[in-house]
């Protein structure tokens, strides 16, 4: 995510994490260099509220992936804990599997120490029951970790919309009382 966080310079944008601020005194930020007019302000607001709902979407992605996840690595867990207890007797397991979609096949598995774990990109590798029962306890541990972390980050990407659109609004007004302000002073010459 570092790629994503803009590195603007200026106190309206900068925190210890590069997110944006809330504008207190607009006067004073107007008068700083780069923020001539009220429109380039409210055009940088824009272009980073617009970089804001980018992250967001790639976060949401990214949480909806690992939402899917972590109820399979559950799942297959359980699955491994069920072939542990089945592996010193000497019956076979009944089973149905995935054939294809709605199509289901009965088989007989005999007891056994092995097991295959895909493990993405068309890679699939074949592991001892511990050794695979410990490799998903790991990859559990790191998406459910993954995910608190990318909900703390949309919690805050949510504060940084909110910041984003008052402070665009407080540009906005400024920017009104200072035209009807420059107006009331023709008129009064």
């Known amino acids: 995510m570092p790629g994503l966080l803009p ?28 923020n001539e007019t009220a429109d380039t302000v ?9 970089k804001y709902k980018f992250m967001e979407l790639n976060l949401a992605q990214k949480k909806r992936r ?21 592996k010193e007797s000497t019956n076979s397991m009944e089973t149905r599997f995935l054939l294809a979609d709605n199509l289901y096949c009965k088989a007989s598995v005999p007891p056994t120490d092995k097991v295959c774990l895909w493990l ?4 699939m590798l074949e592991y001892d029951i511990d050794e695979a029962q410990a490799l998903l306890e790991k990859n559990l541990s790191t998406a459910t970790k993954n995910l608190d972390s990318l909900e703390e980050d949309l919690d805050f990407l949510r504060d940084q919309f909110t910041t984003t659109e008052v402070n665009m609004a407080r540009v906005y007004n400024w920017d009104v009382k200072r035209r009807n302000k420059d107006d009331s002073t023709k008129n009064k010459a």
């Open 120 to 123: 993405g990109a068309n890679v």
């Open 7 to 34: 590195q603007h310079t200026s106190w309206f944008f900068r925190t210890c994490r590069g997110w944006l601020r809330r504008a207190e005194d607009v006067d004073s930020f107007m008068k700083q260099p780069g």
């Open 42 to 50: 409210l055009k940088k607001l824009d272009e980073q509220y617009q």
């Open 66 to 86: 690992l939402k899917g996840q972590i109820p399979e690595i559950k799942q297959t867990l359980e699955i491994l804990k069920y072939m542990q207890k089945k």
